[in-house]
């Protein structure tokens, strides 16, 4: 059996040719790839939700109005119902939320509503990007769509989710594999 790649605190770059509309043109921040599947957020596809809108529909203030004019992301098509917020690890003092799945060498990912409160009330992560919904894969598809070059994968950037302007994501992603996106084709080649 060969070894099991391990994609967690990586991004996933969706080759030019993903026919999958929900993917295409995105970058994907993986939370968690294991032998039962793989789950991660995708980063660059904003909605026409902001975060104050969203604050309001829980009925929670958001004082800090650059962070209420930030938009919710479409994290993927599982669960769009459901907030996900990726977020800087808290320091050991920090405490932690209800929920969280704390990405091994990255990022943490909460769902429970406490980050939400901590943020409205002045506290909570420093730096957020907040979907609804996950990206989500079963066992073996993801390598098995990884093998079909549907995807390039690269270790995560902090700094492409949180300060990257989003229309700007994708390419830097891209040069973190030291490719100009010119120069990817959507038909696979064969030599």
Request: hydrophobic content about 40%.
């Amino acid at each position: 059996m060969p070894d099991r790649i391990d994609l967690t605190n990586q991004f996933l770059i969706a080759m030019p040719g993903m026919a999958d509309e929900a993917f295409a043109g995105s970058v994907v921040y993986m939370c968690e790839h294991n032998d039962k599947g793989a789950l991660g957020l995708v980063i660059n596809k904003p909605i026409s939700l902001t975060l104050g809108n969203l604050f309001e529909k829980v009925e929670l203030s958001l004082p800090h109005d650059e962070l209420a004019a930030e938009p919710v992301y479409y994290g993927g098509p599982v669960q769009t119902e459901r907030g996900f917020v990726l977020h800087e690890p808290l320091d050991a003092e920090g405490g932690h939320y209800n929920a969280t799945l704390a990405v091994p060498g990255g990022l943490e990912m909460t769902t429970s509503r406490d980050v939400l409160e901590a943020l409205s009330n002045g506290a909570g992560p420093r730096r957020v990007l907040v979907t609804l919904g996950y990206s989500g894969w079963a066992a073996g598809q993801l390598e098995e769509e990884i093998g079909r070059n549907g995807w390039l994968t690269v270790s995560a950037a902090p700094e492409i989710i949180f300060e990257t302007p989003i229309e700007q994501r994708y390419e830097r992603a891209l040069g973190l594999l030291g490719i100009d996106p010119r120069m990817l084709s959507s038909d696979a080649g064969h030599a």
